[in-house]
């Protein structure tokens, strides 16, 4: 049972424009949704992370929306850069059990010059 | 500051044959998780542990054994290594209020 489902597998955008990545989760009781970023040969590195008290989180060019009734976040890669491309990771865990994120099937990322 | 470090990087085993996977972290974090990562599937949690001398099951423990004698290690035991258990495994560490730190993988080959 995949608890956390994630789409696209994978993604080409031109740099300048927007990449969206969505996620979609099962858990009510989940209440911390990060997004991790992975380069080729590399452990997953965090990137950006929201709870479920706010409906959006900015962080420079990337931001989270959450949508607590539909049980879905989106990250948002504004202004995409060729330095973007990579592989995003989103995850969902309980603030009760912080050493268990459940991870999405991911999102190769490819930004075209 | 060395964070999470994993060996050995890279691994060929036999069928059948056993080993352990090394992870160790210096962050003195309190929760440490192994993963395994295939294509397609994302990171798949195999076994955690919310601290020294405490592990429970992930989705895909089968095949697995885990033990956590300090806060600082947490080995990831293959019994009897089987071609299924082909992957790049993960080692992540994470305190209550920090994010979680990742190694830079294992990739195990199984023949």
């Known amino acids: 049972q995949q608890q956390v489902k994630q789409s696209p597998q994978s993604l080409i955008v031109q740099k300048g424009g927007i990449s969206i990545i969505n996620c979609a989760y099962e858990?009510?009781?989940?209440?911390?949704f990060p997004w991790y970023q992975q380069f080729p040969g590399k452990g997953p590195a965090l990137l950006i992370a929201?709870?479920?008290?706010?409906s959006e989180k900015k962080e420079g060019r990337f931001t989270i929306s959450f949508n607590k009734s539909a049980k879905q976040f989106s990250l948002h890669i504004m202004d995409s850069q060729p330095g973007d491309s990579a592989t995003y990771f989103c995850?969902?865990?309980?603030?009760?059990?912080?050493?268990?994120?459940?991870f999405g099937q991911g999102t190769t990322l490819q930004v075209k010059p | 500051n060395a964070g999470v470090t994993q060996t050995p990087k890279f691994q060929v085993l036999k069928t059948g044959q056993s080993m352990t996977l090394q992870c160790a972290q210096d962050?003195?974090?309190?929760?440490m998780s192994w993963y395994r990562q295939d294509p397609g599937m994302g990171l798949r949690l195999i076994h955690y542990?919310?601290?020294?001398?405490?592990?429970d099951q992930g989705e895909v423990p089968n095949g697995y054994n885990v033990s956590r004698s300090t806060t600082e290690d947490f080995p990831l035991r293959l019994l009897s290594a089987a071609p299924s258990q082909t992957s790049v495994y993960f080692c992540?560490?994470?305190?209550?209020?920090?994010?979680?730190?990742f190694g830079q993988g294992t990739r195990l080959t199984v023949v």
């Open positions: 995850a969902a865990s309980r603030a009760s059990n912080t050493g268990k994120l459940i």
């Open positions: 962050m003195n974090h309190e929760y």
């Open positions: 992540a560490s994470r305190s209550v209020n920090t994010e979680a730190f």
């Open positions: 929201i709870r479920p008290d706010v």
């Open positions: 542990s919310v601290g020294a001398g405490i592990t």
């Open positions: 858990n009510t009781a989940f209440d911390y």
